[in-house]
């Protein structure tokens, strides 16, 4: 049955608009999983200038400026948006982008960088997917 997750506090705080990084995990509770959609909300009003990462991490991690990482990292979205835009992005994925937690945590690795530019804000994400041989 296809399901969301969701991190609705990132930080759990304002992460300053100076190419500060915040990588977490969010739970998934599968190993596979097919992405569909994606929603991430700065949650305080102002521009949004944000870099927004998905990665396969296995058992030692991963390093976001090493190349030889970069097969781990499946998605990156550069977003920059003015405040008028409402500092909110939704893509919808398809076909649907399929993950691999290759750390076999049920875990949704994420890294999000808030660049110069941007807002200090914490943000929201909403990630909508399925198990891998389910419907969405």
């Known amino acids: 049955m296809p399901f969301h997750v969701e991190d609705l506090t990132i930080n759990d705080g304002n992460l300053p608009a100076d190419g500060s990084a915040k990588a977490f995990d ?3 509770g599968c190993n596979w999983a097919k992405i569909r959609s994606i929603k991430i909300v700065q949650l305080i009003a102002g521009a949004m200038n944000i870099t927004f990462e998905i990665w396969e991490k296995d058992s030692s991690g991963y390093n ?10 499946i998605l ?13 992005y939704l893509e919808i994925i398809n076909p649907e982008l399929l993950f691999h937690d290759r750390d076999l945590s049920g875990e949704l690795h994420c890294r999000l960088v808030n660049n110069a530019g941007g807002t ?13 041989g389910e419907e969405l």
């Open 26 to 28: 969010v739970k998934t």
């Open 64 to 73: 976001p400026v090493q190349r030889s990482d970069f097969y781990k990292r």
């Open 76 to 88: 990156r979205r550069n977003i920059n948006q003015g405040a008028e835009e409402g500092a909110e």
């Open 120 to 132: 200090a804000s914490d943000f929201a994400l909403v990630v909508k997917c399925a198990e891998v």
